[in-house]
């Protein structure tokens, strides 16, 4: 399925060398609130700080980062841990720099959405609808499944649509799909705009602690460039440490990038931002994500974080 998809695009894609020491160092994600210290770090001037210059981007979904990287057009990825261990299932040589938000039960920033006017009330009332997923073998689709089998319902009797964060909104609202699975600040624009509402939180489901998101890069490209993948650490984890303690200057820093009403973004919150990976983290999802058909190989966890 996926790897498929990613060895295709990344053989359309023309290969660039790495960047010189005169150019900055380009990272990518998604619009989702998570990735908020991306942004933060060029904002509070925490890569300047630490002698790396970056210029942060947004990238429309996330299976379209891995072959980003590859290709070259792209230096790192903030990427969810799913998305990393499938693209490296699927063949590529990626590994991670840092960790980034976690599972936490103290928020309630990402949940299934339906669409207004639909007697979507439980996981049950799923079977044959359309879900709208930000990307297939993303986060939010394999925890959704998780959440679907805990709630006693097959994964495989829903329908799954690939559908932007941008676009949640006005594609639930049009009729398309049935529900998405959203995350701030699109969850909280779906609310404010009643164009859907909050079916469940899912987090409450969800084994606290657990990595939702982490930064990657191909292997050869972090060898060779030790010094920036550590300055890029420090000052990544600088951005975390802040976002985690200045949640609201956080968040007007992403909305320069994101172009978010205020209000909407007022109400945002962000996810827990945890800079330390471990390989018991990558082997539970490997666990989950073998058990949903979505990684074949068996992968060596311990090959996998730049240490």
């Known amino acids: 399925m996926l790897r498929g998809t990613l060895l295709a695009a990344c053989a359309a894609l023309t290969i660039f060398a790495g960047p010189s020491l005169a150019e900055p160092i380009v990272a990518t994600t998604t619009a989702a609130a998570d990735g908020a210290p991306m942004f933060v770090a060029q904002e509070e001037g925490f890569y300047a700080k630490h002698g790396v210059e970056v210029k942060p981007t947004l990238t429309a979904i996330m299976p379209n980062i891995p072959p980003a990287i590859l290709s070259g057009s792209v230096q790192i990825g903030l990427v969810t841990t799913t998305t990393f261990l499938q693209a490296v299932d699927g063949g590529l040589d990626l590994v991670a720099l840092v960790g980034g938000s976690i599972v936490s039960r103290k928020l309630d920033n990402m949940g299934l959405m339906a669409r207004e006017g639909t007697t979507i009330k439980t996981a049950q009332d799923l079977v044959g609808k359309k879900v709208g997923v930000p990307g297939i073998g993303a986060f939010l689709h394999v925890m959704f499944r998780y959440w679907l089998t805990v709630k006693g319902v097959d994964p495989e009797k829903v329908n799954y649509v690939e559908v ?144």
């Open 164 to 307: 932007t964060f941008p676009t949640m909104r006005d594609i639930l609202a049009g009729g398309s799909v049935d529900a998405v699975l959203a995350i701030d600040p699109v969850k909280t624009q779906i609310i404010e705009t009643k164009a859907g509402f909050v079916v469940s939180p899912l987090i409450p489901d969800l084994p606290d602690g657990q990595s939702e998101i982490v930064y990657i890069s191909t292997r050869e490209w972090a060898a060779a460039h030790p010094k920036e993948v550590a300055a890029f650490r420090a000052a990544i984890a600088e951005a975390q440490a802040f976002t985690n303690g200045n949640s609201q200057k956080a968040l007007e820093d992403f909305a320069i990038y994101v172009k978010m009403p205020a209000p909407v973004l007022k109400m945002t919150k962000i996810g827990i931002q945890d800079p330390e990976l471990s390989k018991e983290q990558l082997d539970w999802w490997v666990g989950l994500m073998s058990k949903q058909g979505l990684i074949k190989a068996s992968l060596d966890t311990s090959k996998l974080i730049v240490k």
